[in-house]
């Protein structure tokens, strides 16, 4: 049936449904809530501090104390999960990325210590390299000095596994490598990790937006510049982010995840209409600066323009987002402002 051919003017009147408020929400095709969001946080060793981050004006990284009260605050705006990155000091980076399997390593120990402190928030632990590398790479270098796929899964499981027994409840492995989902489920399986679920970065690209996230982490000045363009997707492909998505589901991911969101909400829409399995964006840095840069010269409403930008990944089929802008958007929804 086609759809345009049920009505014509003056029987259809399609500004009917948009005439009033009540109207409008009972017609109202997609919502946004809390439990749909997922708040990224830095940390960084030290002691009751909190540094701010230039580049993403209102976010700050935290150490380990300060980060248990801010998880404290999210967790009163329901919001189910946290994905934590770690500020590596410049001498735990090694060529090899050595401290990315440190059982006593940063992010280990704020794993442990937000799950023994909320047991009921959902701790999301990137698997990559490129806090720990020299180089800033997220896999190893072999001898002509490129990222080697299988060298770098075979230390990506041993991250993984180290997270695990942190306690992370979610590994997300964002790193590219070919066939990690594969060697990390079966690793977690072996260990015994059976419930520890893999958010695979299944479509990650290339992108410029991620800027601003490399200077908050500190990798910016190892990778001095170099590209990610062997590993991550090119912006330009999108038949191809459906081969990605359709390994990693096969390869034992529980969730996939797109990234960046906005410029990519074409690939959102075919994944999910294609696959239909659990579907998470990551909003990324480069976004949230983007948004905070207009907001803060007066070109764009705050409020509206932040809850505009989460309903539309939602509606190009969004389960959940990773975004800077989590635990804002949360309290407008708590004091009952929907988007
Ligand atoms: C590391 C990683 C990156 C992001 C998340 N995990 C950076 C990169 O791939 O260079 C980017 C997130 C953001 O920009 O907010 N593998």
């Known amino acids: 049936m086609n759809p345009f051919s049920l009505g014509s003017f003056p029987a259809t009147r399609l500004r009917r449904l948009r005439v009033d408020d009540f109207t409008r929400k009972l017609v109202t095709e997609t919502n946004l809530s809390p439990q749909n969001l997922i708040q990224p946080l830095f940390v960084m060793e030290g002691e009751k501090q909190t540094e701010d981050i230039p580049a993403m004006p209102g976010l700050c990284r935290y150490t380990i104390d300060t980060l248990l009260e801010e998880v404290a605050e999210l967790q009163d705006l329901h919001i189910p999960a946290i994905a934590l990155f770690p500020v590596i000091q410049p001498h735990l980076k090694?060529?090899?990325?050595?401290e990315a399997y440190n059982d006593q390593g940063l992010l280990q120990r704020c794993i442990?210590?937000?799950?023994?402190?909320?047991?009921?928030?959902?701790?999301?632990?990137d698997v990559a390299l490129d806090p720990y590398t020299s180089h800033g790479h997220d896999g190893v270098l072999n001898s002509k000095g490129e990222v080697d796929n299988d060298s770098s899964v075979a230390i990506l499981l041993k991250q993984a596994l180290?997270?695990?027994?942190?306690?992370?409840?979610?590994?997300?492995?964002?790193?590219?490598?070919?066939g990690r989902i594969q060697m990390i489920r079966k690793g977690l399986e072996n260990e015994g990790y059976t419930m520890v679920r893999i958010l695979a970065y299944a479509a990650k690209y290339a992108s410029s937006y991620y800027g601003p996230f490399r200077g908050a982490v500190g990798s910016a000045s190892q990778l001095k510049g170099a590209s990610k363009a062997s590993y991550q997707m090119n912006p330009a492909n999108s038949h191809e982010a459906m081969r990605e998505v359709a390994f990693d589901i096969q390869e034992g991911a529980d969730f996939i995840m797109i990234k960046p969101g906005m410029p990519y909400l074409d690939i959102v829409y075919r994944v999910k209409q294609q696959f239909k399995v659990p579907t998470f964006v990551y909003q990324v840095s480069g976004e949230y600066s983007m948004h905070m840069a207009a907001i803060q010269a007066g070109h764009l409403e705050e409020q509206a323009a932040i809850m505009e930008s989460l309903l539309c990944i939602r509606r190009a089929g969004a389960d959940a987002i990773l975004s800077y802008f989590a635990k804002k958007a949360a309290g407008w929804l708590k004091a009952g402002d929907l988007p």
């Open 94 to 98: 090694s060529d090899f990325a050595k």
């Open 112 to 125: 442990h210590q937000v799950k023994t402190t909320f047991p009921h928030m959902g701790v999301i632990a």
């Open 162 to 178: 180290s997270l695990a027994k942190a306690g992370a409840d979610i590994v997300a492995p964002s790193d590219m490598m070919d």
